[in-house]
């Protein structure tokens, strides 16, 4: 199903979770529903795999090479689906990690618990949640999954092109980066989206060299380059 | 009659599975289980169901630990203990013990030593019936899964006298080595079955 070289074809989930059992759960579900998954247990791992280190300062993107802790993650994360209990980093603290990184806030998160607390829910999906799942999970539940997936993918695509754009004028620069956030950034990030896969340039600069920048990009507000 | 032998090894265990929904030891959630196993994933709930034995059997171990111990009043660890097998009884359907789990969650709440050494002994009982039950049902459903490999031929074989088998789907279709003939249901159709390396 999946085309092979193309990671644009298939969904990417970073599953979270401390117990063994519903890891292999959450795996064999997402797997019948197509999607590509990495299993971890506990939110630093998945920071980890996600490329953000705990001592990143979020506050301070000079001092954050462009290239850095992006480079780490070769695969794109569509989506994160965490446990709510954890030892440690709970889902909800990663939840918060997640929403706090600029390179990492665009990705959806899910959270699941096996406890049906109101409070709990609704401040999982103040904090930016896209959904709350009740375990045990079930498949008809991952079918509310992909149309935040979408979500980010087309985004991403779009991203894309505008990165492959800026490439051929830029030389030697860094790739500035929009922000899609309607919440405005009070300094520019410099660095390139933490999303964009390696894999598709070539395939993508042959067919898009030829766009206009001047097409509306709503998501960024009117900005297009920042230099 | 290869066809009867079947029939009879599918009645067995969906007779068994009926039970235990019955008696409320297992719920859907365990349905859910089976539905998730495919060609891809034959094995799943077999590979589920024993790592839910090891880690229980560890939580217990634990539990009975914290409880023997007379000067004992770690409780919040008890009940992060008991988390953990309320979670995944949970998961795999093992409703009674995880009802079990609920009341021995409720008398360490209230800090009462005697009232969880009774939990404590239901649980244990609990899941022991659970655990014997189920490798019952596991006794029977290899031959009805995806057997394609050597195990369940031995043990398909075995059952029905033959020595070398090879299972060609899920339906238990015969096929000779040389693939001239394929066969359900009567063993006498079949001139000779051979096994081959999967």
């Given at each position: 199903m999946a085309i092979t070289g193309d990671s644009r074809s298939q969904f990417h989930?970073?599953?979270?979770?401390?117990?063994?059992?519903?890891?292999?759960?959450?795996?064999?579900?997402?797997?019948?529903?197509s999607y590509q998954?990495?299993?971890?247990?506990?939110?630093?791992?998945?920071?980890?795999?996600?490329?953000?280190?705990?001592?990143?300062?979020?506050?301070?993107?000079?001092?954050?090479?462009?290239?850095?802790?992006?480079?780490?993650?070769?695969?794109?994360?569509?989506?994160?689906?965490?446990?709510?209990?954890?030892?440690?980093?709970?889902?909800?603290?990663?939840?918060?990690?997640?929403?706090?990184?600029?390179?990492?806030?665009?990705?959806?998160?899910?959270?699941?618990?096996?406890?049906?607390?109101?409070?709990?829910?609704?401040?999982?999906?103040?904090?930016?949640?896209?959904?709350?799942?009740?375990?045990?999970?079930?498949?008809?539940?991952?079918?509310?999954?992909?149309?935040?997936?979408?979500?980010?993918?087309?985004?991403?695509?779009?991203?894309?092109?505008?990165?492959?754009?800026?490439?051929?004028?830029?030389?030697?620069?860094?790739?500035?980066?929009?922000?899609?956030?309607?919440?405005?950034?009070?300094?520019?990030?410099?660095?390139?989206?933490?999303?964009?896969?390696?894999?598709?340039?070539?395939?993508?600069?042959?067919?898009?060299?030829?766009?206009?920048?001047?097409?509306?990009?709503?998501?960024?507000?009117?900005?297009?380059?920042?230099? | 009659?290869?066809?009867?032998?079947?029939?009879?090894?599918?009645?067995?265990?969906?007779?068994?599975?009926?039970?235990?929904?019955?008696?409320?030891?297992?719920?859907?959630?365990?349905?859910?289980?089976?539905?998730?196993?495919?060609?891809?994933?034959?094995?799943?709930?077999?590979?589920?169901?024993?790592?839910?034995?090891?880690?229980?059997?560890?939580?217990?171990?634990?539990?009975?630990?914290?409880?023997?111990?007379?000067?004992?009043?770690?409780?919040?660890?008890?009940?992060?203990?008991?988390?953990?097998?309320?979670?995944?009884?949970?998961?795999?359907?093992?409703?009674?013990?995880?009802?079990?789990?609920?009341?021995?969650?409720?008398?360490?709440?209230?800090?009462?030593?005697?009232?969880?050494?009774?939990?404590?002994?239901?649980?244990?009982?609990?899941?022991?019936?659970?655990?014997?039950?189920?490798?019952?049902?596991?006794?029977?459903?290899?031959?009805?899964?995806?057997?394609?490999?050597?195990?369940?031929?031995?043990?398909?074989?075995?059952?029905?006298?033959?020595?070398?088998?090879?299972?060609?789907?899920?339906?238990?279709?015969?096929?000779?080595?040389?693939?001239?003939?394929?066969?359900?249901?009567?063993?006498?159709?079949?001139?000779?079955?051979?096994?081959?390396?999967?």
């Amino acid at each position: 199903m999946a085309i092979t070289g193309d990671s644009r074809s298939q969904f990417h989930v970073l599953a979270v979770d401390d117990s063994m059992i519903d890891r292999k759960l959450i795996e064999r579900l997402l797997k019948t529903s197509s999607y590509q998954v990495t299993a971890v247990d506990s939110g630093s791992k998945a920071l980890k795999f996600l490329g953000l280190h705990e001592e990143d300062d979020q506050s301070n993107p000079d001092t954050v090479p462009s290239a850095s802790p992006n480079d780490h993650r070769e695969v794109e994360v569509n989506l994160i689906i965490t446990d709510y209990c954890m030892p440690g980093m709970t889902g909800y603290d990663l939840l918060k990690k997640v929403k706090e990184s600029s390179s990492l806030r665009d990705i959806p998160v899910v959270i699941m618990s096996s406890e049906n607390v109101p409070s709990r829910i609704t401040r999982c999906l103040e904090e930016g949640a896209e959904e709350f799942f009740l375990k045990p999970v079930r498949l008809a539940d991952l079918n509310r999954l992909k149309p935040h997936m979408m979500k980010t993918k087309i985004k991403n695509e779009k991203q894309e092109d505008q990165e492959k754009l800026e490439k051929s004028e830029i030389q030697s620069e860094q790739q500035p980066q929009p922000q899609p956030q309607p919440e405005a950034q009070s300094q520019p990030q410099p660095q390139p989206s933490p999303l964009l896969q390696q894999p598709n340039n070539n395939k993508r600069k042959v067919m898009e060299e030829g766009l206009s920048p001047d097409r509306t990009r709503p998501r960024y507000n009117g900005i297009t380059t920042m230099v | 009659m290869l066809g009867w032998g079947v029939d009879r090894l599918r009645a067995d265990m969906n007779r068994l599975l009926a039970m235990l929904f019955h008696q409320g030891v297992l719920d859907e959630q365990f349905l859910q289980l089976q539905q998730l196993e495919d060609e891809s994933s034959p094995n799943f709930v077999s590979e589920v169901v024993n790592i839910y034995f090891h880690e229980s059997e560890k939580l217990l171990r634990n539990l009975r630990g914290l409880l023997m111990d007379r000067e004992f009043s770690d409780y919040k660890k008890m009940g992060t203990h008991l988390n953990q097998l309320m979670g995944s009884s949970s998961s795999i359907g093992a409703k009674r013990v995880r009802n079990v789990c609920v009341a021995f969650r409720a008398s360490s709440e209230q800090n009462s030593r005697p009232g969880c050494l009774r939990a404590l002994e239901l649980l244990e009982h609990e899941y022991c019936y659970l655990k014997n039950k189920l490798h019952e049902l596991f006794q029977v459903r290899p031959l009805l899964t995806f057997p394609n490999t050597f195990q369940n031929s031995d043990l398909f074989a075995s059952r029905f006298g033959f020595s070398l088998v090879y299972i060609v789907t899920s339906d238990v279709k015969l096929r000779c080595a040389d693939g001239s003939t394929e066969s359900t249901g009567s063993w006498s159709d079949l001139r000779f079955v051979t096994m081959e390396s999967v």
